[in-house]
Structure formats: structure tokens, C-alpha cells
């Protein structure tokens, strides 16, 4: 994973409030849910909300598409676990141990 890419992730990540988005996204599992929701779960005014939205989504860690009316976000699965595998993967100076092998998530395609 790019270094510029793992720094522009953990910025994202480093805001309370879209903190709170990711894990909600990622609860949603990747169906994801529509922008309006997750304001409304987190009570977010929609104008705080699309500033957190964009600023998760240049850090590639959110993914929109939209359906009729509505556009739904749903957290970028391979982005997440490309985040974890970096930061763990000299875990344990190379020997075998739990934070080598993450629990399987709904967002794995394999």
C-alpha cells in the first residue's frame, strides 16, 4: 500500500466524527446505506456530514454510488484491511502470531 495513501487514511480517521462514519459504514457491511441515515444515526447536519464524507472518500476509505435520489456510502473494504495489512504486516518480526491472520469480514471477496 502507497505510504502517501496509509497517511492520507489514518488523517481521516483521526477526526472524531469520521471516526464514527467509517465504523457505521462498516456495520452497514457493503450494501452501505444512504447519506441522509447515516446523519441522521450519528447526528450529523448534512453540511458537517458531506465535509466528512469527501474528506473519508479522498482517503479512499468510502465508496458512494447513487440510486435514484439518493446516494449510498459504503465503506471500501479492500482499502480497510490494506490499512490493517500495513500497519501489522512486520508484526511480531515476522513470526506467526494472531494479528497476522484478521478475522475473515463481510467485505472480503475472497
Given at each position: 500500500?502507497?505510504?502517501?495513501?496509509?497517511?492520507?487514511?489514518?488523517?481521516?480517521?483521526?477526526?472524531?466524527?469520521?471516526?464514527?462514519?467509517?465504523?457505521?459504514?462498516?456495520?452497514?457491511?457493503?450494501?452501505?446505506?444512504?447519506?441522509?441515515?447515516?446523519?441522521?444515526?450519528?447526528?450529523?447536519?448534512?453540511?458537517?456530514?458531506?465535509?466528512?464524507?469527501?474528506?473519508?472518500?479522498?482517503?479512499?476509505?468510502?465508496k458512494a454510488r447513487q440510486e435514484g435520489r439518493f446516494i449510498y456510502y459504503s465503506a471500501n473494504f479492500d482499502a480497510m484491511n490494506g490499512l490493517v495489512g500495513?500497519?501489522?504486516?512486520?508484526?511480531?518480526?515476522?513470526?506467526?502470531?494472531?494479528?497476522?491472520?484478521?478475522?475473515?469480514?463481510?467485505?472480503?471477496?475472497?
Amino acid at each position: 500500500m502507497d505510504s502517501n495513501l496509509v497517511v492520507r487514511a489514518l488523517s481521516a480517521l483521526a477526526h472524531e466524527s469520521r471516526l464514527a462514519i467509517f465504523r457505521t459504514l462498516v456495520v452497514a457491511g457493503p450494501d452501505g446505506m444512504p447519506a441522509g441515515e447515516i446523519g441522521q444515526q450519528l447526528d450529523l447536519a448534512p453540511s458537517r456530514l458531506s465535509f466528512h464524507l469527501k474528506d473519508l472518500s479522498h482517503a479512499d476509505l468510502v465508496k458512494a454510488r447513487q440510486e435514484g435520489r439518493f446516494i449510498y456510502y459504503s465503506a471500501n473494504f479492500d482499502a480497510m484491511n490494506g490499512l490493517v495489512g500495513f500497519l501489522t504486516e512486520n508484526c511480531c518480526a515476522g513470526a506467526t502470531c494472531a494479528a497476522s491472520s484478521p478475522p475473515a469480514c463481510c467485505g472480503d471477496e475472497s
